[in-house]
Each structure stands twice: as structure tokens, then as C-alpha cells.
């Protein structure tokens, strides 16, 4: 798999957009980039993927630069609800059965 | 749907007992995990199964063994337990199989285990 680089740590005022960026300089044209979140003492929690497109659903947007080299998930009103560790996957599909691999993430705060 | 429920969800051990991690999922997904997640640090994958009577290891099995007998139950065993063995254990489950395009996992709320 494909390694990512994200910031350890994040601050965002509460009502304002959360950009998370992830940096994945080596990704390969089949892989896709995954985000999971994981709230204090919970299992993480699916939020969205993609592969080249831009994606929105009704957690979050993704935005994939056009060399895919790297992305940033918006969350477009960060609530204290949000406050997480966010993690920026990538993963070739289909692979067989190779699983996730999760790494530190990014800690995000989101400040009242 | 309770989706991924797992038991204990707090278990002090000490040194060389052993115990099962209890993990169910009621959503008839075939495809199943179990991840440790020690403190400030990501998951690592412990062992996965793509169904019933199917296992195999992930990333950190040493010390650990599991069984798939059924499509609802995915156990996790700890035969010696030792002091590295201290952390969160998460137990997922997916419907799709992992390697898939849409890999999205559910995950159970976690076990966290502490051998003194």
C-alpha cells in the first residue's frame, strides 16, 4: 500500500470548515484513498473514499488533487462532535484480501 | 441492528492466564477483524476470516489464535497473556471483502485489556 502523511495534530473553531490534508506522493493509479474516524474510546467510523473524483456526502467532501498526490477532507461545519482522530488510508482495489492499514493519524480538536 | 457488539469491555490479566475476546455482528457480513490498538498509536490487524471456517494473520498475530465456526461469531484468543498484550481491542466487520474498491468496516466499541 501506498504511505500517507498527515499532520499529528489540528485545532478548528467550532461553525467553521475543518480541511484535513493527507499527503500520498506515491500512490498508483489504481489505488483509492480511504478516511476513517475515530472518536475518544469508540471503534473508528467510515467517513468517505474516493478515487480521482471529488466526493461529498453527508459527513464530509474529499478532494483529490488532479496528480492524486495528495487530498483534504473538508468537514464544512466542524462541530465539537468531530472532535477525532482522522486517518487518511490508501489502498489498491481489488487487492485480494488485503485489509486497511491504519496509521497515527490526525488529532483533530475542534474548539468551542 | 446492534451490528458489532464484543465482551468484556474492560479485562485486567495476569501474566500467563489466558481469555476469549467475545465478538458478534448481527448484519450477515461474511467478512471480519480483529485490531489492537496500543495507547497514541494507529490499529494494526491481528487476524481477519472472509467466512465461515476461513482465517488468516494480519500484521501482529504472534500470542493470539481465532476461530470462525460461525458466520455471526469471530473470538479472539489469548493463550499466555503477557504485559506487550496491554491494549484496545477492536473487532469489525465488513460486507464487502476487504480488498474490494468499498471496503467500508464497522467496528465493534472495544475490549481494552490490561496484563500486570
Known amino acids: 500500500d501506498a504511505k500517507t502523511t498527515q499532520p499529528p495534530s489540528m485545532d478548528c473553531a467550532e461553525g467553521r470548515a475543518a480541511n484535513l490534508p493527507c499527503n500520498h506522493s506515491?500512490?498508483?493509479?489504481?489505488?483509492?484513498v480511504y478516511w476513517y474516524r475515530q472518536i475518544h474510546s469508540q471503534g473508528p467510523q467510515y467517513i468517505i473514499h474516493g478515487l480521482k473524483n471529488n466526493e461529498t456526502n453527508e459527513m464530509a467532501s474529499l478532494i483529490i488533487t488532479e496528480d492524486r498526490k495528495s487530498s483534504t477532507l473538508i468537514l464544512p461545519h466542524a462541530t465539537l462532535r468531530d472532535t477525532a482522530v482522522y486517518y487518511c488510508?490508501?489502498?489498491?482495489?481489488?487487492?485480494?484480501?488485503?485489509?486497511?492499514?491504519f496509521g497515527k493519524g490526525t488529532r483533530l480538536s475542534v474548539i468551542a | 441492528n446492534a451490528g458489532v457488539t464484543q465482551t468484556p469491555k474492560f479485562r485486567i490479566l495476569k501474566i500467563g492466564q489466558s481469555m476469549t475476546l467475545q465478538c458478534t455482528q448481527d448484519m450477515n457480513h461474511n467478512y471480519m477483524y480483529w485490531y489492537r490498538q496500543d495507547p497514541g498509536m494507529g490499529l494494526k490487524l491481528i487476524y481477519y476470516?472472509?467466512?465461515?471456517?476461513?482465517?488468516d494473520k494480519g500484521e501482529v498475530p504472534n500470542g493470539y489464535n481465532v476461530s470462525r465456526s460461525t458466520t455471526e461469531d469471530f473470538p479472539l484468543r489469548l493463550e499466555l497473556a503477557a504485559p506487550s498484550q496491554t491494549s484496545v481491542y477492536f473487532c469489525?466487520?465488513?460486507?464487502?471483502?476487504?480488498?474490494?474498491?468499498?471496503?467500508?468496516?464497522?467496528f465493534g466499541p472495544g475490549t481494552r485489556l490490561t496484563v500486570l
Open positions: 476470516s472472509v467466512g465461515a471456517g476461513i482465517t
Open positions: 506515491t500512490i498508483s493509479g489504481n489505488e483509492y
Open positions: 488510508i490508501v489502498r489498491p482495489a481489488p487487492s485480494g484480501n488485503t485489509p486497511l492499514v
Open positions: 469489525a466487520s465488513s460486507y464487502f471483502p476487504p480488498g474490494s474498491s468499498y471496503n467500508e468496516q464497522f
